[in-house]
């Protein structure tokens, strides 16, 4: 199943944390390139000091990150600590082992984001994923001397603000500094890119590597677990990106859901969310929302983060959803988000081992009976020592997914997703093209009317690879298996 699932074409991963989509082997290797320290009991890494020498020193406890090169213990040691590798052995649950993996190899990944690009590029190629929507948060001195400006510093949100709060902190922000944010998180996103592709090998003088031929696009993610008026600022900066620089197609809450903040000022960040898409209304939003379960928050607490994400903040799509059957009134909940056609992320390793849901206590078919858009996703990846097609794997192991079912996901994935342009599908359920491509034959030649079409639109042509993809792939000669045949999925 494995090599038939490796080999299967698999649209977009629609969610995705850049930092947490980097193998732990990777985060070593950058710790050791940067002379950085390491503590040997807990395994988080600093930066070291410099010796009058100029020779990197690492003070007591911790050593220099190459040791663990050497030293076998040092280094499983690291790289379970840095993923969820034997995370039933830490001590911790799931839940803890994964979040607090970030904080301890986070130094590894500071002004990493082009090789960051570069590896997660080259797995989804390795994966027959042709688009990522990547999450990650382009901020630096410009967005600190912003926040730092006398006239942000006078602004303070209560619990509840009134809508003219938010007003007169977004002009603030607009009068003190946010342009040169702005300016200073496309720079950044400029040099990675660069290094991206140097190390993919893109340049025209050379061949190109296969994670050249993945369309990467991102979304601004805001910390929500930060101060509010740090979290206003984050989203004003990512709105903002957005409206100006096409390779942000939206933004994302991040940080867990069940922490103090994300809690206490969920509904306040859903008002925030609010206002600010009133303000810029084409920009996409993809919201993290019911990645809970039972007993990790209070009863009440379940019962209205996904509707308040589609309903106050008007999220276009929603990450985990898991849960949904807890919500108020969850099957008038499904019916809304169908009819809407909110996509719903479906990431099912991390949803194991992050909330123990799996097999019939995942919501999967509840979304899918519903009518409710779904994609499998990978979440975080690295930190999760997954892959796309492990995920398809506990589609088909887990969900009792079909081929049929998969081809729709991956279909799915695209239409949804925030690249730019008219999709092909003019009906999502049925996959009917759009009239330009009605006489064409999808995937394989294209009339001039439905080539024209496809010239004015990327997230078509995607779609269209995606389609010829298929057509090479179901050509080939696969084991027969009951229930999941390519060729029943045409």
């Given at each position: 199943m494995v090599a038939f699932l490796l080999e299967m074409p698999k649209g977009g991963d629609l969610h995705n944390h850049l930092s947490g989509s980097i193998y732990a082997e990777t985060l070593i290797e950058w710790a050791n390139e940067r002379n950085a320290c390491v503590d040997p009991k807990t395994y988080y890494l600093t930066p070291s000091l410099k010796l009058a020498t100029n020779e990197p020193y690492c003070p007591a406890p911790t050593v220099l990150a190459a040791t663990a090169l050497t030293n076998p213990v040092l280094y499983r040691s690291m790289v379970d600590a840095y993923s969820m590798r034997n995370w039933q052995l830490s001590g911790q649950s799931g839940h803890d082992h994964f979040f607090d993996t970030f904080d301890k190899f986070d130094a590894a990944t500071h002004d990493n984001i082009g090789p960051m690009l570069a590896e997660t590029a080259n797995r989804a190629a390795s994966q027959r994923e042709i688009y990522q929507e990547l999450m990650f948060t382009p901020t630096g001195a410009a967005f600190s001397a912003m926040l730092n400006s006398d006239a942000v510093k006078a602004i303070k949100l209560p619990d509840n603000a009134h809508p003219d709060e938010l007003v007169a902190l977004r002009q603030a922000l607009l009068e003190?500094?946010?342009?040169?944010?702005?300016?200073?998180?496309?720079?950044?996103?400029?040099?990675?890119?660069?290094?991206?592709?140097?190390?993919?090998?893109?340049?025209?003088?050379?061949?190109?590597?296969?994670?050249?031929?993945?369309?990467?696009?991102y979304l601004f993610q805001v910390l929500r677990g930060l101060p509010r008026e740090v979290v206003y600022a984050q989203m004003l900066l990512g709105f903002e990106l957005a409206k100006i620089d096409p390779r942000f197609v939206g933004l994302n809450l991040v940080m867990p859901e069940d922490y103090y903040v994300p809690l206490h000022d969920f509904r306040l960040h859903m008002a925030m969310m609010h206002y600010l898409r009133s303000q810029y209304p084409e920009v996409h939003i993809s919201l993290h929302a019911g990645e809970l379960a039972a007993g990790l928050v209070p009863p009440e607490d379940l019962r209205f983060h996904v509707r308040a994400s589609v309903d106050t903040a008007g999220a276009d799509r929603i990450g985990h959803g898991?849960?949904?059957?807890?919500?108020?009134?969850?099957?008038?909940?499904?019916?809304d988000m169908a009819q809407r056609k909110v996509l719903v992320e479906i990431c099912l390793t991390s949803n194991d081992t992050i909330l123990g849901v799996t097999g019939r206590n995942h919501p999967l078919h509840d979304y899918m009976r519903a009518g409710v858009p779904v994609a499998l996703a990978t979440d975080d990846e690295g930190v999760s020592r997954s892959d796309m097609t492990h995920e398809y794997r506990r589609g088909v192991e887990d969900q009792e997914l079909t081929y049929a079912d998969l081809k729709r996901m991956a279909r799915t994935s695209l239409q949804y997703a925030f690249v730019s342009g008219k999709p092909l599908w003019a009906d999502a359920i049925t996959f009917k093209p759009v009239s330009d491509c009605a006489g064409a034959k999808i995937g394989e030649s294209a009339t001039a009317a439905c080539q024209a079409f496809l010239d004015s639109s990327e997230k078509a042509r995607l779609q269209w690879k995606l389609e010829w993809q298929f057509r090479e792939f179901e050509a080939r000669k696969w084991p027969a298996k009951a229930g999941s045949s390519p060729a029943a999925a045409r």
């Open positions: 003190n500094g946010l342009a040169a944010a702005v300016k200073e998180a496309i720079q950044q996103t400029d040099e990675a890119e660069k290094k991206r592709d140097a190390l993919l090998g893109c340049s025209a003088t050379s061949k190109a590597g296969n994670g050249c031929h993945v369309t990467q696009s898991v849960d949904i059957m807890n919500e108020t009134n969850p099957d008038e909940l499904l019916d």
